[in-house]
């Protein structure tokens, strides 16, 4: 694809070249192409300036209402303030000593306004920002040049405004007219793109940045989801076939030992769910072939007695299996609740220790070095049939005797080299499987996970209630605040516990406060203006709020803190204190996410709950409901009603669905790179596909791909293809992959 290599150098200039690769990391035509519009607007269709959020860099289509030059009282110079609406809302726009623009900012006139939304004074603002006038006598043109066409909105940059970007992709596409297009290849096969009604891919990135209406913009959409679909689903289908062709040592169930004795000592029967779960990684460990599994449920659904059962099927076949957690709180968690599942089965080679036993192994980094060397050998020798642990299962020093079997425990948080460098510990690759608690859309199970086959536990035991949520909105009803307090006191007073989770441990330093001039509110320096003025208060600290609670409105409770910074051994106290009913409320940081299970805890209250993802306050009420009686939720923010951050927390109170709440956190936070490591919040390689909506042309493209591979597993008749994967599979992803 020679075409879409070119430098952009070539054809933008070096200056502009250096900010495109600098700001947005576009370096070639092909970049700048594939940086597609995030949205498009008519002239005359104004962007609702209520829906904008603060912090947010944004590009808005409105119309000027009001130009104010207020000259500064003590000092020489003025503020320009420029006020535009939709109609409905207002947006302030600020400049200083610029009062020159006034001739050319005049009410009525319409333009494209770009800039970070700041606070001032209550009022939502934009600080010196870029502007590009649209009104039918700007000298510029830019009214007439998107006359009859829609306008791009680009993802830009504070050094590049979208109508920059736009003049770029202008140049690049009137150079390529004529002979440049014919150089940019054809990554769909020809038989796909005509089954399916998909425009030539020339024709598609020209209409994708200069459609002249809405029905051109999805015939270039259309085809441009189908290929980083088909692209992405061909990357993973070879690697689903690399791995099949993989050697790996069977582990089939054997009957009569370990896992039939623990089985008959369960006191519950597991649900249709986990017997279900269960066959099919048995199925999976019985072939020559390594598993590779993604285990997926709700929260509290028993997915830690399934792969228990799991590594205790691999032990009976003569091999050890490795549980890796992401906390020691959760390793040493882990390693509890095992062990006390187990029972005499756990205790081999000891007094009282069953026959056909065998040991759990627990190693973290902080562990004293008696401790660990002793470990170290069991794992070694094979003793240890099971090993439960942190990243320390990973140093170099960690050996075993024949390592049959890896789970990873909340896959999200390991890099891709961790799991690697504990795989590669086995003779030949051991088995592997994922456990997530995070419930996954099947698209995104289809995308994410893709080289992975798919368990889904949706069932709860029997014996768990259910979870009341509620949010508690503390400016506007500072009472239900209070009321929250009393609501506490009442579940202790009846025997239970409670969670109190603050987004901050509270022992930082004291950061310097900014040291501001003494003028008055109108002779703000511009960089004391915008964004980073009224900023929000610090989040709540665990520290704090415990001192506070002890003291006030929880006086008389035995209250504790716990967080990621305390002592390793100080943390096990508190959480064996905590589960032994030993401390009625604990106030403590994200360390309970996962995993922590006391079912005496039946209350969480969640103190500036807006500040968590909507997926991480669905784990952290997972905590409570765990017994018998009813749980209790309650979700502290100070955020106003009608706020994004306010919708988010209404959503997670409305529903114990975590299928769609985990729908709901993938559209708040963009769905993420898919082949990268960064889970979202950077820049995605799907750009036009969307892992919830178009579940049908991901499927399709999932099932087109694998026949393709099949029949061709080194794309040698596909040359555009490989290309096309090779762009997209830069040396980071196509590292990912191959670690899996």
């Not at 005797?401 to 909340?410: I, N, S, T």
């Not at 500040?611 to 309650?634: D, E, I, K, T």
Request: with cysteine.
């Amino acid at each position: 694809m020679a075409a879409l290599d070119v430098p952009l150098t070539k054809l933008v200039g070096d200056r502009t070249a250096k900010v495109l690769a600098d700001s947005l990391r576009l370096r070639t035509v092909g970049d700048l192409l594939h940086h597609y519009p995030r949205r498009y607007v008519e002239r005359g269709e104004l962007t609702s300036l209520d829906d904008l959020e603060i912090d947010e860099h944004v590009t808005v289509l409105a119309k000027i209402e009001k130009v104010t030059l207020i000259p500064f009282r003590q000092r020489r110079g003025d503020r320009l303030e420029v006020v535009v609406t939709d109609g409905r809302g207002r947006l302030t726009l600020v400049f200083f000593n610029q009062g020159w623009r006034q001739k050319e900012l005049r009410p009525g006139a319409q333009g494209l306004f770009a800039g970070k939304v700041g606070v001032f004074n209550r009022t939502r603002q934009l600080a010196s920002p870029d502007y590009q006038l649209l009104d039918e006598d700007a000298d510029d043109g830019a009214a007439r040049k998107f006359a009859g066409r829609l306008i791009p909105v680009y993802p830009a940059s504070a050094q590049l405004p979208s109508w920059k970007l736009s003049l770029c992709v202008e140049t690049v596409l009137d150079g390529l007219r004529g002979t440049g297009w014919a150089e940019v290849g054809e990554p769909l096969p020809a038989e796909l793109r005509a089954e399916h009604g998909l425009i030539p891919l020339p024709e598609a990135l020209e209409l994708i940045h200069r459609p002249r209406n809405h029905a051109e913009r999805e015939r270039a959409q259309q085809r441009l989801r189908w290929d980083e679909a088909f692209v992405l689903q061909v990357a993973l289908a070879q690697r689903r076939a690399a791995d099949a062709a993989r050697p790996a040592v069977a582990r089939p169930v054997r009957s009569g030992g370990l896992l039939d004795a623990f089985d008959a000592k369960l006191p519950f029967t597991l649900t249709e769910g986990q017997q279900a779960v269960c066959a099919e990684i048995f199925a999976d460990l019985a072939t020559e072939h390594p598993m590779h599994r993604l285990l997926q449920g709700e929260v509290g659904s028993g997915k830690t007695l399934v792969a228990l059962r799991a590594m205790l099927a691999v032990v009976d076949a003569g091999g050890q299996a490795v549980l890796l957690a992401p906390t020691e709180v959760l390793a040493q968690q882990h390693h509890r609740s095992i062990v006390e599942m187990m029972g005499e089965l756990a205790e081999a080679g000891m007094l009282g220790g069953a026959e056909v036993g065998t040991r759990v192994a627990l190693l973290t980094g902080s562990m004293g070095a008696p401790a660990r060397r002793q470990t170290l050998l069991d794992m070694a020798c094979g003793d240890a049939g099971i090993a439960i642990g942190t990243h320390a299962l990973i140093e170099d020093k960690v050996q075993f005797q024949d390592l049959g079997l890896v789970v990873v425990d909340e896959q999200h948080r390991f890099g891709v080299e961790q799991r690697d460098a504990l795989r590669a510990k086995g003779g030949q690759p051991p088995h592997l499987l994922v456990m997530t608690a995070t419930p996954i859309p099947r698209t995104v199970a289809m995308t994410v996970f893709g080289d992975l086959e798919t368990s889904v536990l949706d069932q709860l035991p029997a014996g768990r209630s259910p979870i009341s949520s509620h949010v508690v909105p503390s400016v506007e009803k500072p009472n239900f605040l209070a009321r929250a307090w009393e609501r506490i006191r009442e579940e202790v007073a009846k025997g239970h516990q409670a969670y109190v989770v603050c987004p901050r441990i509270g022992d930082e330093p004291e950061e310097p406060k900014k040291k501001r001039r003494a003028v008055a509110a109108e002779e703000e320096d511009p960089e004391d203006l915008g964004a980073g003025s009224d900023e929000r208060r610090p989040p709540l600290a665990v520290v704090r709020t415990a001192e506070q609670l002890a003291t006030g409105p929880l006086a008389g409770l035995r209250v504790e803190v716990l967080h990621g910074r305390l002592a390793p051994e100080v943390k096990d106290d508190v959480m064996r204190r905590f589960a032994a009913g030993q401390v009625d409320v604990l106030v403590a940081t994200t360390v309970i996410e996962v995993g922590v299970n006391v079912p005496n805890a039946t209350a969480m209250v969640i103190m500036d709950a807006d500040r968590f993802g909507v997926s991480q306050l669905h784990q952290l009420r997972g905590r409570v409901g765990r017994g018998s009686a009813p749980g209790l939720c309650l979700l502290v923010s100070e955020m106003p009603a009608g706020s994004a951050a306010r919708a988010r927390l209404d959503a997670v109170a409305g529903t114990l669905d975590g299928f769609e709440l985990s729908r709901i956190d993938l559209e708040q936070r963009r769905e993420g790179d898919v082949l990268g490591q960064a889970q979202s919040g950077v820049k995605s390689s799907l750009k036009v596909l969307s892992v919830l909506a178009d579940e049908e042309v991901i499927a399709e493209a999932r099932a087109a791909a694998a026949a393709l591979v099949a029949a061709d597993p080194e794309l040698a008749a596909h040359p555009d293809l490989r290309a096309a994967l090779a762009g997209m599979l830069d040396e980071e992803r196509a590292e990912y992959l191959e670690k899996g």
